[in-house]
């Protein structure tokens, strides 16, 4: 029986993407031939390619509003250092809302003058400010709107003039947003769309050529735009998967359909952190993530029961990240909610243990 997979990245796909996956691996179009041994300029190939980046744009509502979907390497880390490099002269403002906002702000420094305008720092990233105010002469203000690693989410984001740049790794076509107030979002694919080694971005056009450093060619928006997304060999089984994964959300009922789904599921969950005495959650209730519920046990003694018992329920992957500590569920949009039933009837049943 496949676990209940709840791990926060690499994290689980849906089965029918991994079966027509590991399909193509070995015959691919039923062409006798595997989808890694052949030519990314090949006409199957640049089909997949070009599907995925009209899907990624369909998805999110973007078709035909001056943007671009690329596919590009380097992870979201990648990301943290060519957002600068293309579009910071002079200062950008950064919101601190996790490890991995503190990241991007670490790059952002390194070419210009980074404005952090607000940080949950203190209070180890445990909720999401809200009263800042974001300066009107910055390039651009960048936020993280899902936090992996704390398990906290934006529910809003600000109004600004500046142009408005979202790390959505982590919650990226998970949840009805007005995508149109953003103009770059970047997400790497292995939280909620495929395998490990590409990376979407997503780009309103007009946003480029604004900064006057020279731009080497890898680190180019322009450059991969001008050159649909095969400057040079993109990771062409992640792109792939994510293109199926993409389909397969496609064919569900997008958007409008998984929120609700995620929804439910978290629902589901945060009721019980909240109810069972046993259990509770660690970031400010009106901050906490559909995607990612970071909670701990209220008593550390019952850490190796509660282990083990989850470990025999078949779960997988909730640990909680080793900066946090305690437990960290993750609910993409491919975790059924059957397995969060199957999580909380562990902490039921870790309960009545105890009486
Ligand atoms: C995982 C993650 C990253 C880093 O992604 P890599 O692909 O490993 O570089 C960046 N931002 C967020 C929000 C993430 O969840």
């Not at 030519?39 to 009209?54: G, L, N, T």
């Not at 995508?179 to 480029?208: C, H, R, W």
């Not at 550390?300 to 329920?313: G, I, P, Q, R, V």
Request: with cysteine.
């Amino acid at each position: 029986m496949k676990k209940h997979n709840f791990s926060a990245g690499p994290c689980i796909l849906p089965e029918e993407v991994l079966k027509q996956a590991s399909e193509a691996i070995i015959n691919f179009n039923n062409d006798n031939l595997s989808l890694i041994e052949i030519s990314h300029r090949s006409a199957p190939f640049v089909e997949v390619i070009e599907k995925a980046r009209s899907l990624a744009l369909e998805l999110l509502g973007l078709e035909n509003k001056g943007y671009k979907a690329l596919f590009l390497q380097g992870g979201a880390s990648m990301q943290f250092l060519m957002v600068a490099y293309n579009l910071l002269n002079k200062k950008a403002a950064y919101l601190n809302t996790g490890t991995w906002a503190d990241k991007a702000i670490k790059e952002a420094k390194e070419f210009g003058e980074m404005i952090e305008v607000a940080s949950s720092k203190d209070k180890g990233f445990s909720y999401i400010p809200k009263d800042y105010t974001i300066p009107t002469d910055v390039d651009f203000f960048h936020c993280t709107s899902n936090n992996t690693v704390a398990g906290s989410q934006m529910h809003e984001f600000p109004e600004t003039d500046v142009p408005l740049i979202c790390d959505m790794s982590s919650d990226i076509f998970s949840r009805q947003l007005d995508f149109e107030k953003f103009d770059l979002i970047y997400a790497g694919a292995q939280k909620n769309m495929g395998p490990a080694g590409a990376t979407l971005v997503i780009i309103k056009e007009e946003i480029l050529g604004k900064v006057e450093r020279h731009i080497p060619s890898m680190l180019n928006y322009q450059l991969h735009i001008d050159k649909d997304s095969m400057y040079n060999t993109p990771s062409v089984f992640a792109i792939y998967v994510s293109m199926l994964t993409l389909q397969w959300l496609k064919d569900l009922g997008g958007i409008p359909f998984i929120e609700k789904v995620n929804k439910q599921k978290a629902a589901l969950l945060y009721a019980e952190i909240d109810r069972n005495p046993l259990f509770k959650g660690i970031v400010a209730k009106e901050d906490r993530s559909t995607m990612n519920a970071t909670f701990t046990l209220t008593d550390d003694s019952l850490k190796e029961t509660f282990d083990t018992m989850w470990k025999d329920a078949n779960i997988n992957g909730i640990n909680g990240h080793r900066s946090v500590g305690g437990y960290r569920a993750s609910m993409y949009n491919a975790l059924p909610l059957s397995s969060v039933q199957a999580l909380v009837d562990v902490m039921q049943a870790l309960e009545k243990n105890q009486k």
